[in-house]
């Protein structure tokens, strides 16, 4: 599937939890890392939020994206009942939206991260100053997707 994404996968998007990201850089030097996201639409954001970081340096994913403009998300279900396993991966278009840019979009991806994340809201993890928050948009160019129809033939 190429361009936007099936209300089936929209959906699945809405209630997942957690994903997984992998970025490369130039020299195809992998890193994957797990993110909170939310999505609007067929665009999907994570933000750069107040967990511990090491300190005075850009994150990996943030400098890869920088370079490259593409990402990967994996997000997925594991159950022990294996009627319910189900996975979609994302290849995509990302970039970077940095400080003082971009701050209507900002707002709407601050919005659905506080809607779909309550420690985000009330918890203190997210940024103050919207204005120097960094976020992370990905665009979904590509989807692989598989759930388990055994459930349904039986």
């Not at 992998?30 to 994150?59: C, H, L, N, W």
């Not at 997925?76 to 319910?84: A, F, I, L, M, V």
């Not at 979009?105 to 960094?134: C, H, M, S, V, W």
Request: hydrophobic share 35%.
């Amino acid at each position: 599937m190429t361009g936007k994404l099936s209300p089936e996968q929209l959906e699945y998007l809405s209630h997942a939890r957690v994903a997984r990201l992998a970025t490369t850089n130039k020299k195809n030097s992998i890193q994957i890392v797990p993110v909170v996201f939310a999505s609007a639409g067929d665009r999907i954001y994570f933000v750069m939020d107040r967990k511990t970081k090491r300190k005075g340096k850009e994150p990996r994913r943030i400098k890869n994206i920088t370079e490259t403009g593409k990402a990967s998300l994996l997000v997925d279900k594991y159950s022990e009942n294996w009627e319910d396993l189900f996975f979609l991966l994302l290849d995509c278009k990302a970039k970077v939206i940095g400080r003082g840019v971009e701050i209507k979009e900002k707002k709407l991806a601050a919005a659905k991260l506080k809607q779909k994340y309550p420690q985000y809201r009330d918890g203190g993890y997210f940024p103050e100053n919207l204005d120097q928050t960094i976020f992370v948009r990905l665009q979904p160019q590509k989807a692989v997707f598989w759930r388990n129809l055994r459930k349904s033939l039986v």
